[in-house]
């Protein structure tokens, strides 16, 4: 039997969108198991730069680095792989495709063509360049691991709208063709489809889900999840290569 390798130590993760709840608490969960990052912002430097001064205080020896991109403009994409190339000698092992956006609007009616475009754009059209990006270096390695941060709206149970909804849907869709096609290059593709996770931009706190479709009271487990919950599941994809194809709901048990 030949050796299967799921070892993460030293291996290159990319994460986009680390300046938000879920993306940091990727960071620190690979990070904790001596993954080597390259993290983005968009708008947050702040955010980010905290990040990366915590990870540097606690793991001295790991090599960080921080890029800005706004996934909505491919040129940024480009140019992100190009820094992380500088930066790191390599383009990623590891991609976690989290940042994402989804503006609350639930009616159809009150959903514009211009935000329903930016949402696909950000969510859906983004995906497909970073992972075409991405995937030349892992093939070449035989090695890879890809995981999409998508939603438990994407089966239709959301606070926000279609809009939303279908990008998610779309990933999901995106990342079983590419478990399927791909499935003996050596590159996984998974998704993690989260539910009600507070201490996020999209979700700050509790508070404010109560009186909305993600209150608490309904949530089976009784209470809304937290951002290293979600990065739990990540990491446990990165060091489980027999895993591929699968949308990992996390979400108390809402369906
Ligand atoms: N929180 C939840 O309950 C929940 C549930 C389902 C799915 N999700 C998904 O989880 C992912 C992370 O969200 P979060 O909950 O951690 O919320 P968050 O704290 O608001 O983080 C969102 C992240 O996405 C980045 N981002 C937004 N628009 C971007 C753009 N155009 N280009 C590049 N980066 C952009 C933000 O960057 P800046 O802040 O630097 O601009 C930020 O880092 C998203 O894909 C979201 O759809 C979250």
Redesign the pocket.
Known sequence: MSAVDNKIQGRLALI??????????CARDLAANSARLAL??????G??DSVIDELGSKHSDLKLSSHQ?????EA?LQRLFDEVKHDHGQHPDILV??????KRVSNILDISLEEWDYTI???LR?SFIITKLAVPHMLGQHWGRVIY?????AGGTSINGCH?SAS?AGVQGLSKNLANKMGKSGITFNDV???????????PTEEDLIGTP?DPKGIPVGR??R?EE?AGVVTMLCRTGYMTGQSILVSGGLK
């Open positions: 986009t969108g680390a300046s938000g709840g879920i993306g940091a608490a983005t912002y968009s708008t947050n430097k955010s980010l991109c706004d996934v909505a403009k940024d495709v989290n940042a994402g956006y989804g754009n950000v969510n983004s941060i998508s939603s438990i709206a939303y998610k489809a989260p539910a009600m996770i507070t201490g996020t931009g999209m979700i993600g809304s999840g951002t979600c």
